[in-house]
C-alpha cells in the first residue's frame, strides 16, 4: 500500500504544473489589437473627434450667458457742484430780500412766507446726489448668428472630416500592426525550424565525430580528420547557440506586441505546419485598392479639410450678421428716478460686422490656404503613384518568392540525396570525411535556404495582402 500511494506522489510531481500555451497568428493579432496602445490612442482620438462634432452642432444655436457683478464705491455721485449751489443761494438771498421789503410795504405779515428759502439749496444738493457706493449689476444676454460668411458650416464639416480622418489612421495603425506582429510571428517560426535544423546538423557531426573517432583508434583515419570534424562541430554549437538566443529575443518581441508578459514561455501553431507556395490575386484593379487603401482616404479627408479651411479664411471677408437679446438688471436703478431696489429692462438688437480695409491681410491668408490644398492635392496624386508602384512591386516579389521556394525544395531533395550517399560512401570507405563535411555543409545551406523561402513566401503574402488593401 506505501508503494502505490509513494507512486502516485511521484506521479504527481512528475506532471507538469501548467500547459504551455500555443498560439496561431490569428489569436497573435487579437492579442495585439487588444493590448497596443498605438491603438488604444487612437479609439480615444475618434472619440474626441466625435466629442468635437457634438460640439461644431452647438454654433447653429443661440447661446446664452450671464453674468452678474458687485462693486463698492468709495464716494455718492452729484449732478451739482458746491459752487453752483452756493450761487443758487445768493441768489435766493438776494430775491429773498428783494421780497422781503416788497412784501412789508404791502404787508408786514407775508415776509415772514420767505423764511425757508434759505433752506433750498442744501434740499437741492440732497436731492441731487445718489448713493452708489453698493452697485449690484446683471445681464443675461442672447445671440443667434444669422450669417457668418459659411463659417459654421465649413467649421462642422471640418469636424465631420477629422473624425472620419482618425477612424481612417486607425485603421491604417491596424494594418501597420498586423503586418508587424505577422513579421514577428514568422521570424520566430523561422528561428524555430533552423533551431530544428542546427539541432539535427549537430546531431550529424557528433555521429560524424563518434565515427572518426572510432576509425582513428584503427588508424582509418588522420588526426586531421579528427581535427576538422571536431572544428565543423564546435562551429556548428556555436550557431545553435545565437539561433537559440534569437529565437529567445524574438519570442520576447512577439510576447510584448501582444501583450503577453516578456517571459511568457509559448509555442506557435505554425511552428510544426508546413508551408505551401502562396497564390497570387488575378485581375489587380487599381481603382478598387485605392478605395482599399485608408492612407489614399486620410489624404482625401485632409484635402476636404484644407478645402474647408479655404471658406473659413474666405468668411473674414464677408459681413457677418448675428440677432442679439440681453435682459440687464441693476441696483440702484434710474429707470424712474433713483431707487435702491433692482429693476431691468430688456433689449433686443441686430449686429453687423463688415470687414473693410485690414491691407491685404485676410487675402494673403486667402492664397496660403489655398496652396495648402493644392499641396495636398499633389500628395493624393503622389500617393496614388507610388501605391501603384507597390502593388506591382509585391506581386513581382511574391512571384519571384514562390519561385525560390520551389527551387529550394528540388534543391534540398537533391541536398538530401546527396548527403545519405555521402554517409553510405563513407561508411563502405569510398569516400572521406571531408567529402562527407561538404555534404554536410551543402546540406545545411540547402536546409536555410528552404526555410528563408518559405517564410519570404509568406511576407511577401503579408506585403502583398496590404498593397491592395486587403483587410486582415
Not at 448668428?145 to 467649421?155: E, H, N, S, V
Not at 527551387?407 to 571531408?434: F, H, R
Request: glycine letters at 6%; a neutral charge; charged letters at 25%.
Amino acid at each position: 500500500m506505501k508503494k502505490l500511494i509513494s507512486s502516485c506522489l511521484l506521479l504527481i510531481c512528475s506532471l507538469p504544473s501548467f500547459s504551455q500555451a500555443i498560439y496561431s497568428l490569428d489569436s497573435c493579432r487579437t492579442m495585439a489589437l487588444k493590448n497596443n496602445k498605438e491603438i488604444l490612442m487612437a479609439d480615444e482620438k475618434i472619440k474626441a473627434a466625435g466629442y468635437e462634432v457634438k460640439s461644431s452642432r452647438a454654433h447653429y444655436l443661440p447661446g446664452i450667458d450671464a453674468s452678474a457683478a458687485y462693486l463698492h464705491n468709495t464716494k455718492d455721485i452729484s449732478l451739482i457742484s458746491d459752487e453752483q449751489i452756493n450761487k443758487i443761494a445768493g441768489a435766493l438771498d438776494k430775491v429773498s430780500g428783494s421780497l422781503g421789503g416788497i412784501l412789508d410795504k404791502v404787508s408786514p405779515g407775508l415776509s415772514s412766507a420767505l423764511q425757508g428759502m434759505d433752506q433750498i439749496p442744501d434740499r437741492l444738493k440732497d436731492a441731487l446726489t445718489f448713493d452708489v457706493k453698493d452697485m449690484f449689476v446683471g445681464t443675461v444676454s442672447i445671440t443667434q448668428p444669422l450669417y457668418m460668411g459659411g463659417k459654421i458650416r465649413a467649421y462642422h464639416a471640418i469636424t465631420e472630416f477629422s473624425e472620419d480622418l482618425a477612424r481612417s489612421m486607425r485603421n491604417t495603425a491596424v494594418k501597420d500592426l498586423i503586418v508587424e506582429i505577422d513579421q514577428t510571428y514568422w521570424q520566430v517560426v523561422s528561428l524555430v525550424y533552423k533551431k530544428q535544423m542546427a539541432e539535427s546538423y549537430v546531431g550529424l557531426l557528433e555521429s560524424l565525430t563518434s565515427d572518426v573517432n572510432n576509425m582513428y583508434e584503427y588508424g582509418f583515419a588522420t588526426k586531421s580528420d579528427q581535427l576538422s570534424v571536431a572544428v565543423k562541430l564546435n562551429e556548428a554549437q556555436v550557431a545553435l547557440t545565437k539561433v537559440n538566443d534569437g529565437l529567445v529575443l524574438s519570442k520576447m518581441l512577439l510576447a510584448q506586441l501582444c501583450g503577453l508578459p516578456i517571459t511568457a514561455d509559448y509555442n506557435l501553431v505554425d511552428e510544426n505546419t508546413p508551408l505551401t507556395v502562396a497564390p497570387l490575386p488575378e485581375n489587380i484593379d487599381m481603382s478598387d485598392v485605392f478605395k482599399r487603401r485608408s492612407e489614399l482616404r486620410s489624404l482625401e479627408l485632409v484635402t476636404d479639410i484644407y478645402k474647408k479651411k479655404e471658406i473659413i479664411t474666405r468668411s473674414d471677408m464677408l459681413p457677418q450678421v448675428a440677432l442679439m437679446g440681453n435682459y440687464a438688471v441693476t441696483n440702484p436703478h434710474v429707470f424712474d428716478g433713483f431707487q435702491k431696489k433692482f429693476s431691468g429692462m430688456f433689449t433686443v438688437g441686430v449686429g453687423v460686422k463688415i470687414p473693410i480695409w485690414h491691407w491685404g491681410q485676410n487675402y494673403y491668408k486667402l492664397k496660403v490656404s489655398q496652396a495648402e490644398t493644392r499641396t495636398s492635392v499633389l500628395k493624393l496624386e503622389d500617393a496614388r503613384e507610388k501605391i501603384e508602384l507597390q502593388v506591382n512591386q509585391a506581386v513581382f516579389r511574391t512571384r519571384e518568392a514562390n519561385k525560390t521556394l520551389l527551387m529550394s525544395i528540388t534543391n534540398m531533395n537533391k541536398a538530401d540525396e546527396n548527403l545519405q550517399n555521402a554517409q553510405v560512401g563513407y561508411q563502405e570507405g569510398m569516400l572521406t570525411t571531408q567529402n562527407v563535411l561538404e555534404a554536410q555543409t551543402a546540406w545545411l545551406k540547402a536546409q536555410s535556404e528552404k526555410i528563408d523561402a518559405e517564410i519570404g513566401v509568406r511576407l511577401s503574402d503579408i506585403y502583398l495582402s496590404k498593397a491592395i488593401g486587403k483587410n486582415f
